[in-house]
């Protein structure tokens, strides 16, 4: 087996001579030209592990090349659930909020209950299904998009979207409303 830790785990676009992963593409089944699967060393567990125990990093998705991840599936399990354990897995969306409207997860909360934990303008609770699980998503910030910090209230998807879509001009939406109210 070719140790790609010892080779290096990149493929070049043109052929480095001398090298074993010359020709290689960085796929879990693959083999070199020396008919050997090539091999990685997780960064956690220090095993030297067949590169079909990797992830594939999606950085260069778009790019076709895509290289596998510093530590194997078992152990990213591990990692992944230690950090959720930690953080409660809302550490990114509590520094959205932050980030993008300038609200704690607490002023959050208040703005749900003030509304009863359904849209202002469908009134409806937000939850959906995806795939095989029932998951509840959060109801979206509805903010001033030329100032980002002024919040209007909580909208479900659907609401937020048509607003957007709308790009949040109050004619174009009485206009649609006069088109609904004409033919309907």
């Known amino acids: 087996m070719v140790d790609l830790n010892k080779v290096g785990t990149r493929r070049c676009k ?14 879990g089944n693959s083999t070199n030209l020396f008919g050997q699967q090539p091999v990685k060393r997780c960064a956690r567990c220090k095993q030297t592990l067949p590169l079909s125990n990797f992830s594939f990093s999606r950085k260069n998705k ?25 953080t409660g897995g809302d550490s990114w969306w509590k520094s959205n909020l932050r980030r ?14 003030a509304q009863g934990g359904r ?7 937000q ?14 910030v509805d903010h001033h998009h030329s100032t980002s910090r002024k919040i209007r209230g909580l909208l479900c998807n659907n609401c937020n979207r048509a607003i957007g879509l709308f790009e949040d001009d ?11 109210l004409k033919h309907s």
């Open 62 to 86: 778009g790019y076709g090349k895509q290289w596998p991840c510093t530590y194997c599936k078992p152990c990213a399990k591990i990692i992944g659930k230690a950090y959720y354990a930690a």
């Open 14 to 27: 043109r052929p480095c001579p001398g090298t074993p992963t010359q020709g290689v593409e960085m796929q």
């Open 127 to 140: 939850s959906f299904v995806r795939g095989k699980h029932r998951t509840t998503t959060r109801l979206s």
């Open 170 to 180: 109050a004619q174009l939406l009485k206009a649609a409303l006069d088109y609904l």
């Open 100 to 113: 993008k409207y300038g609200i704690t997860q607490e002023q959050y909360q208040a703005l749900f209950d």
């Open 119 to 125: 849209c202002a303008i469908c009134r409806k609770t």
